[in-house]
């Protein structure tokens, strides 16, 4: 369920970002398909990771998480 909602919400702002998979994916070091599994919920991505994912879309790290984890992020 984690993996689904984190996914979900790096897609959300990549798009509102205006970037596509391949640009996204370019930027972090990854492979599309990664970024896509990821992005479905068929993979968990690490804290680094997220980390990461964050810094690049200059995003807040804990609006890509569940908001029951953003208590514990603030």
Not at 52 to 66: D, N, S, W
């Amino acid at each position: 369920m984690e993996e689904e909602v984190c996914g979900r919400r790096i897609r959300a702002f990549r798009k509102l970002k205006g970037y596509t998979q391949e640009q996204l994916a370019k930027q972090l070091g990854i492979s599309v398909s990664i970024l896509g599994e990821i992005e479905r919920g068929n993979r968990k991505p690490t804290k680094d990771f997220m980390q990461l994912v964050a810094e690049q879309l200059r995003v807040p790290l804990r609006e890509l998480f569940p908001t029951e984890e953003n208590q514990g992020m603030r």
